[in-house]
């Protein structure tokens, strides 16, 4: 199959020189606007996720095998968006998050050159891949979501080429299975990504023939990734673990949700400009050359979200890359009104963004949330022996600890909100064998929150308690440890015998 895909738009006139000179100044500007602003956003922590993927990705990188030695209920790739950037500034959560803007920039990037013909359309879904993520209120930190929209992007991207040359190549079919299969290995219910190109590969000019050879070349591309994940899993990580992760964990997580959550984030996106842009360019871009397109985004983005069976907003997040689509088409016919109507497009997506983005970069001003967090580090790793290890316990995201501390983790599950219900039921291994695990190889270091450490030192009542709770009372009558230190806060408790 020969490639034949063009991105010219009948009757659109091909962009003056100056014209795209302008259009990359323009990118280039707010791509450095993006990080800049997701940088300064680093020195608040909002929430425990990405300090215990930061984690688990400074243990593989010190040579334990992922799923066996440390555990992370992701699938492997998205442990990449926190092992990376460790190699070049270790236990940096500034350069996890420089990372994360530079995925969503990238994203930016790819949509700007699939309506490089419309420079309107370019900058219009460029600037709302790249920044919306602050609109939603639950970025406050970079995850697994925006690293696998990089992914659903880049099918995105290549179902439009098809759609608009109506023939498709080896290497776009080859492609779009590699990167199906990379988002499922991400989060598993971004995998829908690869039903557009499925789509666009269907209604184009080709014969069946020439279809159904292009449907083997997207298995093929997509079980070549496989194969390769495969095999880096072997090397390390573990393998019954990763089968466990990738398809017997998301059973369990969407058992413990229900309809009702599933309706109470449904109802959270109705309520979001989010769903304003879904609605009002996907009516912009129903025109009949793309309607089967626009249909399938439509669909596909918001239900893609609602698989998990939780209300979490942030899972929100991965319907960006589709609605980045629809304003992209809905920009781009809008020139059909007159040259000046587009940019109305442009106008509109930067004046809704400016108030989140200037208020969460307010908020990070007011109130450096992390800098506590390094502090309580550097003191534990004063006091700390060479060799040594760590148990944290604190509210999140305490977890902010263990990620910068120079220790490792004391246990292969050593965060306390899975040692409660319902997060549990998560673990592969029950409950008695981890308390039994920790009692065998206690912690060289306790870091304990003063309210916790109190509810420790109080005997247990009629009440039921967390889990956690019972582990380090036992830890703290059956081992001798004594307060090294004191930090915002903190105990930092040091194990003697």
Not at 39 to 46: D, I, M, N, P, R
Not at 408 to 420: D, E, G, K, L, T
Request: charged share 15%; glycine share 6%.
């Amino acid at each position: 199959m020969e490639a034949t895909v063009g991105n010219s738009e009948p009757g659109d006139a091909r962009p003056s020189r100056r014209a795209v000179v302008i259009g990359l100044l323009v990118l280039f500007v707010a791509a450095a606007v993006a990080i800049n602003v997701y940088t300064f956003t680093s020195q608040t922590a909002g929430d425990r996720d990405p300090f215990i993927y930061a984690q688990v990705g400074k243990d593989v990188l010190a040579g334990k095998r992922l799923y066996s030695e440390t555990w992370i209920d992701k699938p492997p790739l998205g442990l990449l968006m926190y092992a990376v950037p460790q190699l070049f500034v270790p236990r940096s959560y500034k350069a996890i998050v420089v990372f994360g803007a530079v995925i969503l920039v990238a994203q930016g990037v790819l949509f700007a050159c699939a309506f490089r013909r419309s420079l309107a359309a370019a900058a219009a879904a460029a600037l709302f891949v790249m920044f919306y993520p602050l609109e939603l209120g639950t970025f406050t930190w970079p995850s697994t979501e925006h690293f696998a929209n990089l992914f659903v992007t880049g099918n995105l991207v290549i179902a439009l080429a098809i759609t608009r040359a109506r023939t498709f190549s080896t290497m776009q079919c080859l492609a779009a299975g590699a990167l199906a299969i990379a988002a499922f290995h991400v989060r598993q219910n971004t995998v829908l990504c690869g039903l557009l190109p499925v789509l666009a590969v269907c209604l184009s000019d080709r014969s069946w023939r020439e279809r159904w050879r292009a449907g083997c070349l997207m298995i093929a591309g997509g079980l070549i990734v496989w194969a390769m994940i495969v095999v880096a899993m072997a090397i390390v990580g573990d393998l019954p673990g990763y089968w466990w992760i990738m398809f017997v964990h998301p059973r369990i997580f969407a058992s413990l949700g229900s309809a009702a959550e599933l309706l109470d984030l449904a109802r959270y996106f109705a309520g979001t400009s989010l769903a304003l842009f879904w609605v009002i360019f996907a009516l912009l871009a129903a025109e009949r050359r793309y309607l089967p397109l626009v249909a399938g985004s439509a669909f596909i983005g918001p239900v893609g979200c609602l698989l998990t069976f939780h209300d979490h907003p942030h899972y929100l997040v991965n319907a960006l890359p589709y609605v980045a689509l629809l304003i992209g088409l809905g920009t781009q016919r809008l020139a059909k009104l007159g040259p000046g109507f587009p940019w109305f497009s442009v106008a509109a997506i930067g004046i809704s963004l400016l108030p989140s983005v200037s208020g969460r970069l307010r908020i990070v001003a007011a109130e450096p949330t992390y800098l506590p967090f390094v502090q309580i580090a550097a003191e534990v790793d004063r006091v700390a022996p060479e060799n040594g290890t760590l148990w944290v316990c604190g509210p999140q995201p305490s977890e902010a600890i263990q990620f910068i501390s120079r220790l490792p983790s004391a246990n292969v599950f050593c965060w306390i909100f899975q040692m409660r219900a319902p997060w549990k039921e998560l673990l592969p291994k029950p409950w008695d064998e981890i308390a039994k695990e920790y009692s065998q190889h206690p912690p060289d270091v306790i870091v304990v929150h003063h309210g916790i450490e109190q509810q420790a030192h109080t005997a247990a009542g009629p009440v039921k308690e967390d889990e956690y709770l019972q582990l380090l009372r036992a830890l703290l009558v059956e081992q001798h440890y004594t307060r090294a230190a004191e930090s915002e806060g903190y105990s930092i408790l040091l194990r003697t015998n």
